[in-house]
């Protein structure tokens, strides 16, 4: 697609799939394209699939180590997290985790993989082995990266926790059956809009700035030039 025009350039034939993610890998400059049962990697630069990678299981999630180009993948029917060396087909390690893992996101002054895990903890992966879990009540499958004071925050059963330097904490912020997060650099603040029709700024210690009924939630987009969001 033209970013400029907004019109197709070409079409690039996949293998079918229940498309979830797609990912462009700064490490060998390929695009990761996550199916429910494989991950087809395409070289943007001619617009060509160059190869597929057969999943394990039935996929769920999937983020990639910006330092080292590592790809994690998570599986909703199995009790493991694969890492991937990029421009392989094969895992490099297979993590075994306590339960089913869920929603990943990539932290990025620790350079370490956060997993929502079924039996509500969260795992810190570093290193591509397990470095840390942690405990979060009722943790359900939304997590975001705030990047000013470097932390996690994770939605439980009755609000949004923070983990911040190893330390869970349980801030105000009211939890939600669906949600999206963005961070604001040009205020500083994270902006949320959840399924319960709130639009939340919050600050990055956790404390709400502000919260609005806005009768519909959604995802959000920031424009950066003049600070306005989109839902």
Same mark, same amino acid.
């Given at each position: ?15 079918? =799939? @229940? ?37 394990? =299981? ?37 993590? *075994?985790?306590? @339960?089913?893992?869920?929603?990943? /996101? ?28 942690? +405990?979060? /009540? ?23 926790? @923070?983990?911040?330097? =190893?330390? /869970? ?14 961070? !604001? ?19 990055? !210690?956790?404390?709400? /700035? *502000?919260?609005?009924?806005?009768? !519909?939630? =959604? ?7 003049? +600070? *306005?969001?989109?839902?």
């Amino acid at each position: 697609m033209d970013s400029y025009f907004g019109i197709p350039i070409t079409t690039i034939p996949i293998p079918s =799939g @229940q498309s979830i993610k797609m990912l462009f890998n700064e490490i060998d400059s390929y695009i990761y394209c996550l199916t429910n049962t494989s991950i087809h990697v395409i070289d943007p630069s001619i617009n060509v699939l160059i190869f597929t990678i057969s999943l394990s =299981g039935i996929a769920d999630d999937m983020v990639i180590n910006p330092v080292n180009g590592d790809i994690y993948v998570s599986y909703n029917n199995l009790n493991i997290v694969d890492i991937f060396m990029y421009s392989t087909t094969t895992p490099i390690v297979s993590l *075994s985790m306590s @339960q089913i893992p869920s929603k990943m /996101v990539f932290h990025d002054y620790e350079e370490s993989v956060y997993v929502v895990i079924s039996d509500d903890t969260v795992v810190r992966i570093s290193n591509r082995t397990i470095h840390t879990i942690h +405990s979060v /009540v009722g943790v359900k499958p939304i997590m975001f990266y705030e990047p000013i004071n470097k932390s996690i925050f994770v939605y439980g059963n009755i609000f949004v926790n @923070q983990i911040d330097n =190893g330390v /869970v904490n349980v801030t105000s912020i009211p939890s939600a059956t669906s949600a999206d997060m963005i961070f !604001n650099n040009t205020t500083g603040e994270m902006n949320i809009s959840d399924s319960n029709n709130s639009y939340i700024i919050v600050d990055p !210690n956790g404390d709400i /700035v *502000s919260s609005v009924n806005i009768g !519909n939630g =959604g995802y959000l987009g920031l424009n950066p030039y003049d +600070s *306005s969001v989109y839902i």
